[in-house]
């Protein structure tokens, strides 16, 4: 008989060296996160997929599944604060859904929707971050940036690179780029890098593609962000 | 430049996990760390530009544009600020023709804040070029501007600006022994290491940083392999042992008395502590405010070495064991174990997930046990005195003493030893506090009692601290210290999670809005809401424990934060006719019209 924990009541089977959250995925069952993509090593830090795991609140993308967890996902509790971390995304930096291209394919906003969103409840940070638009086919804008490090991830487990880093301390934390300039031009990121494709948010964007998609067709348009998640990461995940 | 960086990392053998003590000697040479050197350094060590570039960022004592040639910093902790460290530090300012936080235009000196330096008891206290300095008076200030305008070299400058007091009032069970060299590690072997382990556990020592793990176990799960501990057989696998003293909470001090005056004995405790798990290397990582004690203890490290207490064959019980010191550049956050452990692999100091463990897997991902300075003091003593003998203190749960670091309002800050289980009323009385208000323990991140609660214990069942005993009598403001501290958290988040790194923000932000009198009736519930959050999400310690000031205070002074509420239904949080200076400016536009009211009248 293989190894089982229990999320909201749902009996789930579990391999030894899964994560909570892997064995949630496997079994259908969505748990919200941003800074989690099932292809590369977790990271730990939006907090978005924290869940009560016997009473204590753990991050489910790097916690491992063991026998005798008991796991509240969905609660009110839960829902409420997650919704509270994302406004704090929100908040953080400079978020104009209606402005921005990557608008009904961004994992950030569809969370938020996910979540039942409705304003930044907290006060804007309203901070001056720039746009790096060097490199000819992508674009880095810093004003969307959540500091998931997927992209740093990705260049360095998927595209054999090292593109992307986040530096600095605190609320000075930004996003890097490993070139001597430290512009994206003089890096080595090409526009085919899982890296340039990766970002949950609208901050690494390809040119000249913004709206070849229109609104209206677009990823999120017509799914919620659990059922694609589900679709798409546990195909990965079973790989 | 190019030849000195080659030397320096020559010097380092090319190590990364030498990257801070290579960054170190840069910013102290160079007042800053050059792109030039980040790039060079890069090739030189094998290491990603970007890698170095997040240290230097990460770090309060690194910087990308130059300092001044002499680089001060003046502690703005909460003693300081009690002892007026706002007209000090302006006073010094003016002094120096310097605006805070800048460089003077010849480039000759910079000014800035930094966070607690360990000397609340002699405050007000700070560093020039990292070395500190302490009891600044308007006086010693006017001697230190002027060696500055004359370039006096730091050597040349009154040894008496550099003094630092051990100020110990009151030992008791630890501070008074002077064991003798090796008596720890030969009563170690002559007992045996697993008795020895025995006697650590009967003992009851938990950690002394303030978390409070039982000690043995630590050692015992360290020393494990695949959960059998097997003290012949470790030592085939590489473990290290660590001493934390990377004291960062504001109040804390002891550590830098504890390695002034006991550093014999702490590493002593490292060294039977390594013999127990099976270490051949340790590590002290001594924050980089306490530079003025690495000499020093380098000295008694050599002086051991050369006693053979550390080295090869130790006193002949055929075992190996070295220590290398490793210091800080300013970051609170490397006192969390983890973070600690990346920062010694040359790394920005981010707590790691857990789990691991650290004690299965820590430094360069082998097992690591790390443990306070008090904590490696205390084990020295047990492994000569045995378990029963520290046991015989304390109360059920908490054995044996409790070193404390006592400032604030009181006759005799200093460091206090007490049996754990002594009441708040004895500490009080014995440093000579009085018309007290209430004692912030264990530090920000600790819990602030009031005036009621004097029959309260120093327990890790009652009030657990790592050493911080702050006392504030009936003229401070509490909510002055709550924005103190609240300043001093979001200042020191690493950044790496979000409730964290955003909440501690919006915390000081939420606290300032109160403090300066712009809350109005829903702004307290947002407050503890936030609390809550940060609390609960947080990813460490630090964010965990970020929101104690204003929710221990809060529940116990809330008509103290209703008081500072405006009457009316809503405030926002933001300054209306402030965010419009940048368009008046624009527009040359100063009149009426120019401006708009916050609310409607």
Same mark, same amino acid.
């Given at each position: ?239 | ?283 002290? $990582?001594?924050? !980089? %405010?306490?530079?003025? /004690?690495? @000499?020093? *203890? =380098? &000295?008694?490290?050599?002086?051991? +070495? #050369? ?24 970051? $609170?956050?490397? !006192? %969390?174990?983890?973070? /600690?452990? @990346?920062? *010694? =692999? &040359?790394?920005?100091?981010?707590? +790691? #997930? ?248």
């Amino acid at each position: 008989m293989s190894k089982t924990i229990v999320i909201d009541g749902k009996v789930i089977p579990f391999e030894d060296g899964q994560t909570i959250i892997q064995a949630a995925t496997a079994a259908g069952v969505y748990i919200p996160h941003l800074c989690h993509n099932p292809k590369f090593t977790p990271h730990g830090s939006c907090k978005l997929c924290t869940v009560k795991v016997n009473g204590r609140n753990c991050s489910a993308c790097t916690f491992p599944a063991s026998e005798g967890q008991n796991i509240t996902n969905i609660s009110e509790e839960l829902n409420d604060d997650r919704e509270k971390i994302t406004q704090m995304l929100f908040v953080e930096g400079n978020h104009f859904c209606p402005s921005c291209e990557k608008t009904g394919n961004c994992n950030l906003q569809a969370v938020a929707y996910h979540l039942g969103m409705t304003d930044n409840h907290f006060p804007h940070f309203f901070e001056n971050r720039e746009v790096d638009a060097s490199h000819p086919d992508v674009m880095i804008d810093h004003n969307r940036c959540i500091f998931c490090t997927l992209c740093v991830r990705a260049s360095q487990q998927e595209d054999g690179k090292n593109v992307f880093a986040i530096s600095g301390r605190g609320l000075e934390k930004r996003l890097i780029v490993n070139s001597e300039s430290g512009l994206l031009k003089d890096s080595d990121l090409d526009v085919n890098d899982c890296a340039a494709h990766i970002c949950p948010t609208g901050a690494i964007l390809i040119k000249r593609t913004g709206y070849k998609v229109p609104i209206g067709q677009r990823i999120f348009d017509h799914a919620h962000i659990d059922t694609v998640a589900l679709a798409v990461e546990g195909v990965n995940h079973d790989e | 430049m190019k030849q000195f960086i080659e030397q320096l990392a020559q010097e380092n053998d090319f190590k990364p996990t030498r990257l801070l003590k290579i960054l170190r000697a840069i910013q102290a040479r160079y007042f800053y760390i050059p792109a030039g050197a980040i790039e060079q350094l890069a090739d030189l060590l094998n290491i990603p530009r970007t890698q170095i570039r997040n240290v230097v960022e990460f770090y309060s004592f690194f910087h990308l544009t130059p300092r001044g040639q002499y680089d001060i910093l003046i502690s703005s902790s909460i003693t300081d600020l009690m002892v007026g460290q706002e007209e000090l530090i302006n006073y010094f300012s003016e002094k120096l023709d310097v605006t805070i936080g800048e460089v003077r235009a010849d480039g000759i000196v910079s000014l800035n804040n930094t966070s607690c330096t360990g000397m609340c008891d002699q405050s007000l206290a700070g560093l020039v070029n990292g070395y500190a300095i302490t009891k600044l008076t308007k006086a010693r200030i006017d001697e230190i501007v002027e060696n500055v305008n004359k370039q006096l070299p730091l050597d040349q400058w009154s040894r008496d600006l550099f003094d630092v007091q051990d100020n110990i009032i009151k030992p008791d069970l630890l501070l008074n022994q002077k064991p003798t060299q090796g008596e720890g590690i030969n009563a170690t072997f002559a007992r045996g290491l697993m008795e020895t382990l025995n006697e650590v556990e009967k003992s009851g020592l938990r950690g002394r940083g303030g978390a409070g793990y039982t000690t043995a176990w630590k050692w015992k799960f360290c020393s494990e392999d695949e959960g059998v501990c097997d003290i012949e057989a470790q030592h085939q696998k590489q473990r290290y042992i660590v001493c934390n003293a990377d004291e960062g909470e504001p109040g804390t001090f002891k550590d830098r008395v504890l390695l002034n005056s006991y550093a014999d004995s702490v590493f002593e405790g490292m060294t039977v502590a390594a013999a127990i798990i099976g270490a051949t290397q340790g590590f002290i $990582y001594l924050r !980089g %405010e306490y530079l003025h /004690l690495s @000499e020093k *203890l =380098e &000295g008694i490290l050599q002086a051991r +070495r #050369n006693a053979n207490l550390l080295g090869k064959n130790i006193l002949q019980h055929g075992f190996d064991f070295d220590i290398e010191i490793c210091l800080g550049a300013g970051a $609170y956050i490397c !006192g %969390e174990e983890s973070a /600690l452990i @990346e920062s *010694l =692999e &040359g790394k920005a100091g981010i707590p +790691r #997930n857990r789990p691991p463990y650290p004690v299965v897997s820590g430094y360069l991902n082998k097992p690591t046990s790390v443990n306070n300075v008090e904590t490696f003091l205390a084990a020295a003593n047990i492994a000569i005195h045995g378990g029963e003998w520290f046991a015989n203190l304390g109360t059920a749960k908490s054995k044996g003493t409790k070193v404390l670091s006592i400032s604030g309002d009181c006759a005799k800050a200093g460091i206090y030893e007490y049996a754990f289980g002594t009441t708040i009323q004895t500490i009080l009385n014995d440093c000579g506090a009085s018309d007290v208000l209430g004692v912030q323990v264990g530090g920000p991140s600790g819990t602030f009692i009031s005036n009621e609660e004097f029959e309260r214990k120093i327990a890790f069942e009652d009030l657990a601290t790592g050493g911080s005993f702050i006392v504030f009598n009936n003229s401070r403001n509490i909510l002055d210290i709550v924005h103190n501290f609240s300043h001093f958290f979001a200042h020191e988040s690493c950044g790496f999670c979000t409730p964290c790194r955003v909440g501690t923000s919006l915390l000081k932000k939420q606290v300032d809005k109160i403090v300066e009198g712009h809350g109005s009736a829903g702004d307290i519930v947002a407050l503890e809401e936030l609390c809550q959050l940060i609390k609960n999400y947080s990813h460490c310690g630090l964010g965990q424990t970020a929101a104690n000031p204003v929710l221990t205070t809060l529940e116990r002074y809330p008509e103290l934060y209703q008081s500072m509420l405006k009457k009316i239904s809503y405030e926002p949080g933001f300054d209306l006719d402030k965010s419009l200076e940048t368009a008046r400016r624009m527009a040359h536009r100063d009149d009426a019209h120019a401006h708009l009211a916050q609310v409607e009248d």
